[in-house]
């Protein structure tokens, strides 16, 4: 999809107002806090309904205003749509929206101007993907930043993801409860068909998922880096291959459970499921040097790393919807030398060659298309 307009209400710092976006895309330049990842939130806000930068809602509302409302007018290109007659010839388009009110937290999502069940049903409609510098935390932070990613990253491409991490969480939230009050084995384990169900199909679809994407993480990582070479690697909580069924993620999932009964009344917890599963990246595989990208790597190999996970992103967003993501970057080149953006701005030539939206504090650092998008300024929230 291309987003053709956005238009907005009371989100942080930028003015009310509608922007018709260029089907190419834009590149907006303006220095320091005046709006540039604002707009690049507002945007990807339309993808997952929450901030990218984890944002209480009520923060996001501008100082003094009691309510947001972002709208997103998306064009498709004919193909990949979800459920629209093949061979149409008008284009799609969809009008994308959401609005929080302060007053009771109230968050309402429309899509076309009808509320769908669930606000989750709404999600990866716009088919973006964001770089950001602070991507560098997705192999510096603890496992909880990675699997976030992974979370997100499939919540918004594979069907029937984000349901099964609904229902995993839930059941894993009860069956803590019941085994931090030291309740009886009965209604721990009452919960146990529901997480060993829900948690096989959130770790099956994880498995294949990284197990399908190494290949491209480990190439894009060594055309950016120059020769080094890093791989990304599945270590799941419940220990089964890339090839395992979802059955016989199940049954395993089922085994250790009871195996870890005792330790898991001693601790008061669930010590084993997808809640525990770790995305390794590591430097030099198979050479008998491994290291822990995490722990050894350098800022630039890390940096790296996270683009090359946001590649994978991207890829993963054409593959399985056969169109181009809409790329959002947000000052990404500045952080990168020269050699390892020019790389990264062939990488991203091939991998997305749809809208781009970026931005930058100066000119001479958009770098990327800047000689063949319209550039746009933004100072104090003004968008011109
Ligand atoms: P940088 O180049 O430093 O990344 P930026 O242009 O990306 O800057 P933004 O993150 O978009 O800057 O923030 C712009 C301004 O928005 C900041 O001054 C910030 O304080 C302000 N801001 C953040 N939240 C709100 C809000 N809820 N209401 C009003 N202004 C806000
Ligand atoms: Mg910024």
């Known amino acids: 999809m291309t987003l053709q307009r956005l238009r907005l209400t009371g989100f942080r710092n930028l003015q009310d107002g509608t922007l018709e976006f260029p089907e190419e895309g834009v590149a907006v330049v303006g220095p320091n806090a005046q709006g540039k990842s604002n707009l690049l939130e507002a945007i990807y806000y339309l993808e997952i309904f929450r901030s990218f930068r984890g944002t209480r809602e009520d923060r996001i509302v501008r100082f003094g205003a009691e309510h947001f409302r972002v709208e997103g007018r998306l064009v498709g290109d004919g193909e990949g749509g979800e459920g629209e007659a093949a061979g149409d010839a008008a284009p799609r388009t969809l009008t994308v929206a959401a609005a929080f009110v302060k007053a009771g937290r109230v968050k309402k999502v429309t899509l076309d101007g009808r509320e769908p069940p669930r606000i989750a049903d709404a999600i990866g409609r716009v088919g973006a993907v964001l770089f950001t510098p602070e991507d560098v935390r997705l192999v510096s932070d603890g496992p909880q930043e990675r699997r976030r990613f992974l979370d997100i990253l499939l919540s918004i491409n594979v069907p029937g993801y984000l349901d099964a991490l609904q229902r995993y969480r839930q059941a894993l939230a009860q069956r803590n409860a019941a085994l931090r009050e030291g309740r009886g084995g009965a209604s721990v384990g009452a919960w146990d068909p529901l997480l060993v169900e829900a948690g096989a199909r959130v770790g099956w679809i994880r ?39 979802e059955d016989e993620v199940a049954s395993t999932f089922h085994r250790i459970l009871s195996e870890g009964a005792d330790a898991e009344r001693r601790r008061g917890t669930t010590l084993s499921g997808p809640h525990r599963d770790e995305l390794r990246m590591v430097l030099h595989p198979g050479t008998g040097q491994e290291r822990d990208l995490r722990e050894y790597g350098s800022g630039g190999q890390r940096r790296t790393a996270a683009l090359a996970l946001r590649l994978l992103e991207a890829e993963t967003i054409s593959g399985r919807r056969r169109r181009a993501p809409l790329l959002l970057l947000d000052d990404i080149f500045a952080e990168l030398d020269e050699t390892r953006s020019e790389r990264v701005m062939e990488l991203m030539e091939r991998t997305a060659v749809g809208q781009v939206i970026l931005t930058a504090p100066k000119e001479s650092e958009l770098r990327f298309r800047s000689d063949r998008l319209p550039h746009w300024t933004v100072r104090e929230g003004v968008v011109a």
Request: aromatic share 10%; charged share 25%; net charge negative.
């Open 207 to 245: 498995a294949r998922w990284i197990r399908d994407g190494a290949p491209t993480f480990r190439s894009v990582y060594a055309q950016v880096s120059g020769e080094e070479e890093a791989s990304l690697e599945y270590v799941p909580s419940v220990p089964v291959g890339g090839e395992a069924t």
